[in-house]
């Protein structure tokens, strides 16, 4: 997830439907998050952050092309609706295994979520986004939530009716939507962690 803050004031404080923040996310120059009528702006991702989503790309795209999957990196939005609320969020990966799952320019039923935690975004990515992920997504799998600083994997798994949370700092994690494992010295091969 690039680096964002949502204590930053909104694009405006009235509510933008739905309908008018996917229009201007078309057209404009700038990225937007959207949650509840509010849309929140985004800023650029650092070097390490950037090396990382690239290596997490690189080490999942052969597992997704296998299964006939499609992975995103960056610009892919995904719907969520939870709790009576609306959002398009842009995770740093995102793969989806749906057939049906090809609007233009948003997800609606992935499996797999990938956010890598820099310092602006890992309260957002830790609290609201896996709430709205993990309550509001049912095709979803698995949240991972990777690192940008240090050598660790940290894995939200559906099982059955509940979430489980595992941590890497070594070796490497499973992940059970490509079938296949994620050794983290493949994640961090570019970077000092």
Known sequence: ????????????????????????????????????????????????????????????????????????????????????????????????????????????????IVEVLSEGTERIDRREKLLAYTAGLPSLREYLLVAEHRRQVEVYRRRESDWVHETYTEGSSRLDSLEQDLPLENIYEDVDA
């Open 1 to 112: 997830m690039e680096e964002m803050s949502m204590s930053m004031a909104a694009i405006q404080t009235d509510h933008v439907s739905v309908e008018d923040y996917l229009a201007g996310e078309r057209d404009g120059e700038v990225r937007h998050e959207y949650v509840a009528g509010q849309a929140y702006a985004m800023t650029g991702a650092s070097r390490r952050h950037a090396l990382v989503v690239g290596a997490l790309f690189v080490a999942l795209r052969p597992g997704a092309r296998q299964r006939n999957c499609q992975l995103f990196t960056n610009d892919m939005k995904v719907y969520v609706h939870h709790a009576g609320d609306d959002a398009f969020y842009y995770p740093d990966l995102v793969l989806t295994c749906e057939a049906d799952d090809r609007e233009d320019y948003y997800l609606k039923h992935p499996c797999l």
